[in-house]
């Protein structure tokens, strides 16, 4: 999000849950998002992985390194990332300018709850850092885990709307409403 770096001191300490701990990237994080990046099962409503090699080749050492994005880790090891960012302005109108969270998690991981947890730490810290800032998530309308969990987290539906060659969903939620 590029106003997070602005707002608050970047990276944030730790943020630990019961289960998980939210961080900056590390280098020792790489080969993960290798993984996350290039997995067609992480990608099936994403619009298809990208080349191994091709995201190998273009991956810093230390990857997704800026304010908003979050590695997550499972007992010493990175099993997905929370990204928080600002829509930019040719994003959907109902969206531009607010707060946006995404996700992905290695499939070994999927069905756990590790999604739910980690996206609601990132959300508490959100809503510290700026108080009141309303978030959007869109997915794929068809992406039946990913609709549960926007409606775990309180997003309403604002639109649906089609792009990518399929419908999408985008909710919303005031930060003022209590997380899970």
Same mark, same amino acid.
């Given at each position: 999000?590029?106003? %997070?770096?602005?707002?608050?001191?970047?990276?944030?300490?730790?943020?630990?849950?019961?289960?998980?701990?939210?961080?900056?990237?590390?280098?020792?994080?790489?080969?993960?998002?290798?993984? @996350?990046?290039?997995?067609?099962?992480?990608?099936?409503?994403?619009? *298809? /992985?990208?080349?191994?090699?091709?995201?190998?080749?273009?991956?810093?050492?230390?990857?997704?390194?800026?304010?908003?994005?979050?590695?997550?880790? @499972?007992?010493?090891?990175?099993?997905?990332?929370? %990204?928080?960012?600002?829509?930019?302005?040719?994003?959907?109108?109902?969206?531009? *300018?607010?707060?946006?969270?995404?996700?992905?998690?290695?499939?070994?991981?999927? *069905?756990?709850?590790?999604?739910?947890?980690?996206?609601?730490?990132?959300?508490?810290?959100?809503?510290?850092?700026?108080?009141?800032?309303?978030?959007?998530?869109?997915?794929?309308?068809?992406?039946?885990?990913?609709?549960? %969990?926007?409606?775990?987290?309180?997003?309403?539906?604002?639109?649906?709307?089609?792009?990518?060659? /399929?419908?999408?969903?985008?909710?919303?939620?005031?930060?003022?409403?209590?997380?899970?």
């Amino acid at each position: 999000m590029d106003d %997070l770096g602005v707002v608050a001191a970047w990276p944030p300490g730790k943020i630990r849950t019961e289960r998980l701990v939210l961080r900056a990237p590390e280098a020792r994080d790489r080969a993960v998002f290798v993984e @996350l990046l290039a997995s067609p099962e992480v990608h099936t409503y994403l619009g *298809g /992985a990208r080349a191994r090699d091709r995201v190998e080749r273009s991956l810093p050492e230390v990857p997704e390194q800026w304010p908003g994005s979050f590695a997550v880790e @499972l007992d010493g090891m990175m099993i997905g990332q929370i %990204l928080l960012r600002r829509v930019p302005g040719r994003g959907r109108p109902a969206a531009v *300018g607010k707060a946006d969270i995404g996700y992905l998690f290695l499939p070994e991981v999927w *069905g756990r709850g590790y999604a739910t947890e980690a996206c609601a730490a990132a959300l508490g810290w959100l809503a510290e850092v700026l108080p009141g800032e309303p978030v959007v998530l869109t997915t794929q309308s068809a992406n039946l885990a990913s609709m549960r %969990l926007a409606a775990k987290l309180g997003f309403t539906e604002v639109e649906r709307f089609e792009a990518w060659g /399929a419908e999408q969903w985008l909710g919303m939620r005031s930060m003022d409403d209590p997380i899970i």
